[in-house]
């Protein structure tokens, strides 16, 4: 294998199944949603054919949404933190990789003439947190 290849950290794959489980959950909300909308249309059409007035009835469709609904929309509230602590925390870390970085790139006849403490903390300074 190859060994220079990162493997993924653990706030990434928690991410990433956070997105998994929020697509699952819209796909689920909307197949849901689907049923009871034919469910409805179709106890609709047969009590219009048996000739009794709908107008007065109400029809309660297989499925009830709203407790449904509430956890998607607090789902997708946790999914926007999460996003939001993972850039945080993922700028974090970039920003203390980038003077190393910087400081590896240049060569060694400017490195032994440098201060390597000075170029660090002019990076990390000038760079937005």
Request: charged residues 20%.
């Amino acid at each position: 294998m190859n060994q220079n290849k990162k493997k993924k950290g653990f706030s990434k794959k928690l991410l990433i199944a956070d997105y998994v489980i929020a697509v699952i959950l819209v796909a689920v909300f909307f197949i849901c949603t689907y049923i009871n909308g034919t469910y409805t249309m179709d106890t609709t059409d047969k009590l219009i054919e048996m000739g009794t007035d709908v107008s007065t009835i109400t029809i309660t469709p297989p499925f009830d949404l709203n407790v449904f609904g509430i956890f998607l929309s607090t789902w997708i509230v946790q999914l926007g933190l999460s996003s939001g602590a993972y850039y945080m925390m993922a700028k974090s870390e970039h920003k203390i990789e980038l003077p190393m970085a910087l400081v590896n790139d240049l060569p060694q006849d400017i490195k032994d003439q440098v201060d390597m403490t000075q170029i660090i903390t002019t990076v990390l300074s000038s760079t937005d947190n």
